[in-house]
């Protein structure tokens, strides 16, 4: 499996996950280009509403989803907009891969995607699919919580960008970009590895976007913090 250019979707105001980052970007060899991402309490909301990527009764509810959002949707387009990039491999700051990343992803064969694949997941949390066959499935829609979830590394077909859109827009801000995609499995062709190939970290990174949704979020869990603040030394 190739991809044409890979994208790293980071905020400017989090170095420290950047570098880390590009640690393992380094180590397998890869060229990844930073799109900085979208800081969604520095969204203004009146002109995205203007340009129809949000709804009509758009109230800021969940911030960090918004930013999330929007910045994915910018990197889309981006990969649209490229003549030379068909197929384009986005990463959120906190993915996790080893030297052989570029190895294990061209093992994968062309011929074991289908098709008609819109995008690929190369990493998830809690995965429940239908094999397809020995390489990938198709992921089942379920309600359980954070089920196919983690859109940290996937890949997507600039041909498919509009149709994702569609789906994702305009924005209401009442779910996240995650949630939203897990409930409209059945509108787009989505995949998902069975042996995945990026990871995010057991601990020491938290979410971001759930801590812009609710700054409140990690109040009282010291040893949340001191374990991020442990990690953070060996990662500096």
């Not at 989090?14 to 930073?34: D, I, L, Q, T």
């Not at 800081?39 to 990527?53: F, H, K, M, P, S």
């Not at 390489?135 to 600039?158: C, L």
Request: proline content about 4%.
């Amino acid at each position: 499996m190739h991809y044409d250019k890979a994208y790293l979707i980071s905020l400017e105001r989090s170095p420290k996950r950047r570098k880390n980052f590009y640690r393992y970007a380094r180590r397998a060899g890869m060229e990844v280009e930073w799109f900085p991402a979208l800081y969604g309490l520095d969204v203004n909301t009146d002109e995205y509403q203007r340009r129809g990527y949000l709804s009509g009764d758009f109230k800021l509810r969940l911030a960090g989803s918004l930013g999330t959002l929007l910045s994915h949707i910018h990197v889309w387009e981006k990969i649209a907009d490229d003549p030379h990039c068909e197929m384009g491999l986005v990463f959120e700051d906190d993915a996790v891969f080893n030297r052989h990343f570029l190895t294990d992803l061209h093992t994968i064969k062309g011929s074991d995607i289908p098709d008609d694949w819109d995008m690929l997941w190369l990493g998830w949390h809690k995965l429940d699919c239908d094999p397809v066959n020995e390489t990938v499935g198709t992921p089942r829609k379920t309600e359980g919580k954070s089920v196919n979830s983690g859109h940290f590394a996937y890949m997507v077909k600039s041909s498919s960008v509009e149709k994702m859109k569609a789906l994702l827009l305009p924005y209401d801000n009442r779910r996240s970009k995650d949630v939203l995609l897990r409930q409209n499995f059945e509108a787009f062709n989505a995949y998902f590895l069975l042996d995945k190939i990026v990871k995010t970290p057991l601990i020491g990174f938290d979410s971001i976007r759930k801590n812009i949704n609710d700054p409140n979020r990690i109040e009282g869990r010291p040893v949340k913090k001191l374990v991020q603040k442990i990690r953070k030394l060996f990662l500096e």
